[in-house]
């Protein structure tokens, strides 16, 4: 028998089970397994065919027991008890009492990979703050499935920083991160669907140690003495040709080449964003002219948006079309002020906030007019403006 607080066993079932999959056709990746050792060391397992998860938690276990059920319905049970919960086997049913419920959910008899007590080699030590911060180029990853190279977080880790790249063929986002204690230089590409868990299941204030336990097989271990927090998630890297020397040259291109930069501050890109999307408009326009930042939505049925931003520029006068739901995940991925470098219409467009970048690909619009056309001074002869006066 488990004897467990109720508040322990839902904080481990609600991290654990975000790595199993709800009416799964596979069996093995909606269940849950539950091992309970004499010494009150008690872990809770999920695979989803990509990630393993792992979550370890502590509680009074009267005899070593293992044994596998349905995640979610588990889940759902726990959230609705409180206090003491006794957990043990009858029959074939695990079940869970309280003080005034007794629950019953069917065993399942179904292998399910779970992560062991293999000793990994630990690569980095990472606080938990920098995963977190992975979220923010997410979005630039592919969703096509014919490109699976392109549906990866791409990390490097080399001596004093960590490089995280994803990108989707028209776009790329780049995060740097300063981190110490990293000896050797290594890149990983991790499948999207874990990078996504991984950044959901990570707090700021955690340590995530990132360790290799074979060819191309990585764990990551989140923990947090303060939260009694101990969850270790494992997947295997998908394969290593993403092209981040392709990126690494655009981005080098991009500053070498600009011929003007603009400063523009989020909160203003941001909302003239919000403009173009009330015009349903797939693409802007930014135009640098006489030291101001104008922006300005394509013409639709609906209309046109135009807006000058808060923010100046320097360089050349230029402009250029871009993909406005590009260029709203770069705004959503950034704070304060934005060094945006233009190097010519049909050139990359290159956005920069400490240690965050992203690169847009330009759009070639045909036939769409500059909606910020130079107006032409009107002479007026002395005699008119004489009247005029008069």
Known sequence: MIIIQQEDLNTTLNAVTRASLKNSLMAAFSLVRVDARMDGQIMLSCFNGETAARAITYATSEEDLSVCVDAATLKAIVETLVGEIRIFIEGSSLVLQSATNRTTLRVVEEELPVIGDEQGRTLATLPGRILRSLSRILPFASSDSSRMVLQVLHLILEPGQLIAQTADGYSAGILQEAVEGIKDRISI????????????????????????????????????????????VATVTSAENFPAEQIKALTGEARQNTIATLSVQQVSLAQTIRMVNAMNAQSAFIKATGGVVKMASSETEIGQARNILD??????????????????RTAEGCKGELTVRISGAQKPLLIETGGFTAIIMPMLVDGQKDPFPEEEAIAISLPEMQAAHA
Request: aromatic fraction near 8%.
């Open 189 to 232: 590409s991790l499948p999207l669907g874990f990078a996504r868990l991984l950044v959901t299941l990570v707090d700021d204030h955690d340590t995530v140690s990132v360790q290799t336990s074979g060819e191309n097989r990585f764990l990551f271990q989140i923990r947090n003495e303060g939260q009694n927090k101990n969850l270790t």
């Open 311 to 328: 923010g100046t520029a320097s360089g050349e006068d230029t402009s250029i079309w871009v993909s406005a739901s590009y260029l709203k």
